[in-house]
C-alpha cells in the first residue's frame, strides 16, 4: 500500500516495537549476568515529530552538506537502541530488573496488537471497497 499515510505509520510502529520485543528479551536473559547493562529502544518522539511536521516550520536544506533538523520522512525514523550504563542497584553491577522487563514486555505487547488490529481494519476496508461492498 504505497503512499499510504496510516499505513507507513503502523510499518515504521510495528517494526521499531520489532526491536523493542529484541532488547526486551536480550534484557530478561541477561538478567543474571554480572555488570550487563540493560537495553531501551526509543523512536516515539521522532515518530511524533515527522507525524507533527506540518504544525511546525522547519529550515530548508539548500545544500546536500546541510544538516537536517529532523527527520523528513516517516521512513527516516530509526529505533535508537540505548544502553543504560547509570542506574547500577546490585552489587554484581547488573541493572535488570525483570519485574520492569516484564511490564515494558506487556506495554508494547499491547501496543503491538493496536497497531496489528489498526492494520486489519485498513485491511479489511480496502477488500469491502474491492469487493464493492
Known amino acids: 500500500m504505497l503512499g499510504d499515510y496510516t499505513w507507513s505509520v503502523v510499518e515504521k510502529e510495528t517494526e521499531c516495537l520489532a526491536e ?3 532488547a526486551v528479551s536480550r534484557n530478561i536473559a541477561n538478567a543474571n549476568t554480572p555488570g550487563y547493562a540493560r537495553h531501551n529502544v526509543s523512536f516515539e518522539n521522532q515518530l511524533r515529530e515527522v507525524m ?3 504544525k511546525k516550520l522547519h529550515m530548508s536544506v539548500t545544500d546536500e552538506q546541510h544538516i537536517p533538523s529532523h527527520p523528513l520522512r516517516i521512513k527516516d525514523v530509526q529505533a535508537a537502541d540505548i544502553k543504560i550504563n547509570d542506574e547500577k542497584y546490585r552489587l554484581d553491577k547488573n541493572n535488570v530488573d525483570p519485574e520492569r522487563e516484564m511490564a515494558v514486555l506487556s506495554e508494547t505487547r499491547m ?3 493496536g497497531f496489528m488490529r489498526i492494520a486489519s481494519n485498513k485491511l479489511n476496508t480496502l477488500r469491502s471497497m474491492i469487493a464493492g461492498r
Do not use: L
Open 52 to 54: 507533527e511536521s506540518d
Open 20 to 22: 523493542r520485543f529484541k
Open 111 to 113: 501496543m503491538y496488537s
